[in-house]
């Protein structure tokens, strides 16, 4: 269905298919109404599927004109791309990109990270998610070489890393996860240190310490789709490196400050429009203003105006700014649980759960409750060979390491449903957990 609305939405008149997908594209161009060329492409390797179109891509090439006069937009403003968020509310939103963001994000990268010319990067992260965070342009940029996973599992990442003496590699928590719990057989040893960018949910603090005992430097990065993906980083401080891991850590986990392209980034109380105290308490909305926020949402501009109406781009992620000025997520706004009139953050709860040695992956969520209003209920994916940890095992384990009030009255044991980007997709769980209270 989303692949469908968003090719009805975008007026789509070329669909590129992976003959890998067939099913899932023909269902989803069965549900559109309008004339669509379809390029196959068709890999003798990998997993494949009928043809959908008449022409592959291969030979679509061939048919251009090497001598085309393509010319540079006029206006620098002018789109560039169009890119849908992940639609985990509803349908998924346009968000149109402009040159120039898209440039000053690619530029932006190579200052962040500190990348040097000839990068081989490794692509674990979707280029259709914010355009590969434009990492595709930043590596035109550098001339750095692109790796290519026909599927992104434990075993391809370590055998690329083997291969190609990988040096960087985007992607979102899950990828850790894959690396983290990789198998010795999966494995492979390698004596070079790997840059690692990860985004979407804070990194809990034990996927942080594995990851490094493992040789991957992992940067924490913040951003949206409607900020071209990265636009806040949690720039280093050399004097970190003498403290110990579990402190480095604690400062890795925050989102940090602005990418030197955003012009502004802050924390604001969204009534007022007024900037929180750095006191690492206070609690308000991450705010963006600058070139690299988005042109607006294709044909919405009702939801544009809402989210740029007053100058700066509403983020709907709560936040702190701490006292050395980095800011902190403490949660979406909604999924802030309120128990007994307290706030609890799922992050918070999240991040004790990731702690205990038979948890793998996590999410927490409001379920109703007709006592409290809400209480925290837990989803958790165990590790293999801990199927013996109960229920009461991990609310016992959280009300040793919480505010007994904050810890999950309810853990389900299941695998965790996904975007296509790797992001949790809670709405889902809240219907479960809402199901389960309605029991």
């Known amino acids: 269905r989303g692949m469908a609305f968003i090719l009805q939405h975008a007026e789509a008149r070329i669909l590129i298919a992976d003959s890998a997908f067939h099913t899932t594209v023909a269902e989803a161009l069965s549900q559109v109404d309008q004339d669509i060329l379809v390029i196959d492409i068709e890999d003798s390797e990998g997993p494949g599927g009928e043809r959908l179109g008449t022409i592959n891509y291969e030979d679509f090439l061939t048919i251009g004109d090497p001598d085309f006069n393509w010319e540079w937009p006029s206006?620098?403003?002018?789109?560039?791309?169009?890119?849908?968020?992940?639609?985990?509310?509803?349908?998924?939103k346009g968000v149109v990109y402009h040159h120039r963001g898209a440039y000053l994000t690619a530029m932006g990268n190579i200052v962040a990270w500190e990348m040097a010319h000839h990068p081989v990067y490794l692509w674990t992260l979707p280029m259709f998610?914010?355009?590969?965070?434009?990492?595709p342009w930043t590596l035109a940029a550098l001339a750095g070489t692109s790796i290519c996973l026909r599927t992104v599992s434990a075993e391809t990442i370590y055998r690329a890393i083997d291969d190609h003496r990988v040096t960087h590699f985007c992607g979102a928590p899950i990828i850790s996860g894959f690396l983290v719990n990789a198998t010795d057989r999966e494995r492979k040893s390698f004596n070079h240190e790997i840059k690692v960018m990860t985004a979407a949910a804070p990194p809990p603090a034990a996927v942080l310490s594995a990851m490094k005992k493992l040789g991957f430097n992992m940067t924490h990065i913040y951003g949206l789709t409607e900020t071209y993906g990265p636009a806040v980083v949690c720039a280093w401080h050399r004097e970190w490196d003498a403290l110990d891991l579990e402190a480095q850590t604690r400062f890795k986990s925050r989102q940090g400050v602005r990418y030197h392209v955003l012009d502004g980034l802050t924390v604001m109380d969204p009534a007022t429009m007024k900037q929180v105290p750095a006191d690492g308490r206070t609690v308000g909305e991450?705010?963006?203003?600058?070139?690299i926020v988005m042109k607006g949402y294709l044909k919405n501009p009702e939801t544009t105006d809402k989210a740029l109406g007053d100058g700066w781009f509403h983020s709907g992620d709560l936040a702190v700014i701490e006292p050395d000025g980095y800011i902190k997520i403490k949660d979406r706004s909604k999924d802030v649980i309120i128990s007994g009139g307290e706030n609890i953050s799922s992050i918070e709860?999240?991040?004790?759960?990731?702690?205990?040695?038979?948890?793998?992956?996590?999410?927490?969520?409001?379920?109703?409750?007709?006592?409290?209003?809400?209480?925290?209920c837990a989803f958790v994916t165990l590790r293999e060979g801990c199927?013996?940890?109960?229920?009461?095992?991990?609310?016992?384990?959280?009300?040793?390491?919480l505010a007994h009030f904050k810890a999950p009255r309810t853990v389900i044991f299941t695998d965790l449903p996904k975007t296509s980007t790797g992001k949790i997709q809670k709405f889902k769980?809240?219907?479960?957990?809402?199901?389960?209270?309605n029991c």
């Not at 998610?129 to 990492?135: I, L, S």
């Not at 709860?349 to 925290?376: C, F, I, M, N, Q």
């Open 75 to 92: 206006d620098e403003w002018d789109a560039i791309s169009l890119n849908y968020t992940s639609g985990t509310t509803g349908d998924p």
């Open 129 to 135: 998610h914010c355009n590969g965070w434009c990492f």
């Open 286 to 291: 991450i705010m963006f203003r600058g070139n």
């Open 349 to 376: 709860v999240e991040d004790t759960l990731y702690r205990h040695p038979a948890v793998r992956e996590a999410a927490v969520v409001a379920r109703s409750d007709e006592k409290w209003g809400e209480t925290p």
């Open 387 to 401: 199927d013996t940890v109960s229920e009461q095992d991990i609310i016992d384990f959280c009300r040793d390491n």
């Open 429 to 437: 769980l809240r219907d479960a957990a809402e199901a389960l209270a």
